[in-house]
């Protein structure tokens, strides 16, 4: 364990001040934007097909051009990448916010607004993530995550009441309003951020296939990498399918909607003193702990398939965000240190589009796979899948060496990379 003086180091860097103060503002009008949208679509037409449209819009954009996305965010300045984006999304959705308050928004307007937001998203998340490393010293990153996913999480908790509270009283669209506004103080926050350059500009850009390309070999080449990314496409398409949809109906049988809330709401509150305790913890071989730590998720579906019950419910979806969080930590912290910087973008950009793919995979084949088999034994496949993928990943021996020995970045990071 480190001193709790040294916790908070990374704030005594003005970059990351700004950087992750910037990242919070985003996160607290993201967490209010889909309340908002939610409403103003079910008042405009009351159909769950058109809301379905408006958010699928959002998150195929961003699937879509988020490797692109990568591309640009280690060809430019990423600072300056993350204030384009920021002011985009404040155009985009003062646009939605404009046509619900004066009662002109439609459909096809919604749908195209939010595919525009997803675009700016698969630009934006690359760059943030990747700015991280450069605005503290290399000894600070995990202290330098934990501070950022704190930040984030306290913003989604603070995020969601404050939509909730502006939909019920005011309106959705001035819920879309205050996330436009938030989009613009974010570009402001990014604009102070000021760090060195990773590219060599006496090097000639590649073309961006080139680029994809470099990146790719940049993902692959790396096996702890590319079997992390393996094992949690298949954990986040059963833990999205059992908890996001599975779970509900569960909650509607058995506990009801109100203690429903309550349970996802120990989960969130586990992953802020999972952050909390990130801070501190020290131990060479971060991410085989942060693989490991995902076995948290397997008691919460195993309650849910068995014994859906609140005096279990609760701590087991507290205890899962506690752990769960510490593999997010984990997880930025070793590929930021173990992955070159001028192609970190891109190899979170596939990273990312990895989860994004998984995730309504799962939520899809969840229903169809309950029918077939009962609702039970879905959640009960649900943990097994995840258990087996933490099994696979931490049976790899780039997992579990990489952080055994100092490794410089750009450097192989395993002794002996190999397919397991």
């Known amino acids: ?20 103060g910037g990242r919070v503002v985003t996160m607290l009008g993201n967490a209010i934007a889909p309340i908002a949208l939610a409403f ?10 058109d809301l379905g ?13 988020m490797v692109f996305g990568g591309v640009v965010a280690d060809r430019l300045p990423r600072h300056l990448v993350l204030v384009v984006s920021s002011v985009l999304a404040a155009a985009s959705q003062a646009t939605v916010a404009a046509l619900v308050l004066t009662g002109a928004a439609t459909i096809p307007w919604l749908v195209a607004l939010s595919a525009v937001n997803g675009i700016v998203g698969s630009f934006a998340f690359p ?6 490393g450069q605005t503290v010293p290399d000894e600070l990153r995990q202290q330098a995550n934990a501070i950022n996913r704190l930040g984030m999480t306290t913003a989604m908790i603070a995020g969601a009441s404050v939509g909730g509270l502006l939909v019920a009283t005011v309106g959705p669209g001035w819920g879309l309003a205050a996330d436009a506004a938030t989009f613009a103080l974010a570009g402001l926050a990014f604009a ?7 590219r060599d ?7 961006t296939l080139a680029e994809l390309r470099e990146g790719w070999t940049e993902f692959v080449s790396r096996t702890w990498l590319w079997v992390v990314v393996l094992g949690f496409m298949f954990l986040n398409a059963a833990f999205a399918g059992g908890m996001g949809v599975l779970g509900p109906v569960v909650a509607d049988d058995t506990i009801g909607r109100s203690a429903w809330g309550f349970v996802l709401a120990a989960n969130t509150a586990g992953m802020v003193l999972g952050a909390v305790v990130a801070l501190r913890l020290r131990v060479r071989r971060l991410l085989f702990l942060g693989v490991v730590c995902m076995l948290g998720q397997v008691p919460l579906l195993l309650a849910l398939a068995v014994e859906p019950a609140v005096a279990l419910l609760v701590p087991a979806a507290f205890a899962c965000g506690l752990a769960v969080e510490q593999f997010n930590i984990a997880w930025d912290t070793s590929v930021q240190r173990y992955v070159p910087e001028d192609k970190l973008a891109r190899v979170y950009s596939y990273d990312a589009l990895g989860s994004i793919i998984a995730v309504p995979i799962g939520q899809v084949a969840a229903g169809p796979v309950a029918l077939a088999m009962g609702t039970e034994a879905a959640l009960l496949g649900a943990a097994a899948i995840v258990a087996l993928a933490v099994v696979g990943m931490a049976a790899s021996r780039g997992v579990r060496e990489l952080g055994r020995e100092p490794t410089p970045i750009g450097a192989t990071p395993e002794p002996a990379p190999a397919v397991p």
């Open 127 to 132: 760059a943030g993530q990747a700015l991280i």
């Open 40 to 49: 103003a679509v079910l008042d405009l037409t009351g159909s769950v097909r």
């Open 201 to 207: 500009r006496a090097v000639r850009s590649a073309g």
């Open 53 to 65: 449209l408006v958010v699928g819009a959002r998150s195929l954009m961003a699937a879509l051009f």
């Open 1 to 20: 364990m480190t001193h709790p003086s040294g916790s908070l180091a990374p704030l005594r860097h003005k970059p990351f001040r700004y950087l992750a």
């Open 192 to 198: 102070m951020v000021r760090v060195p350059g990773v």
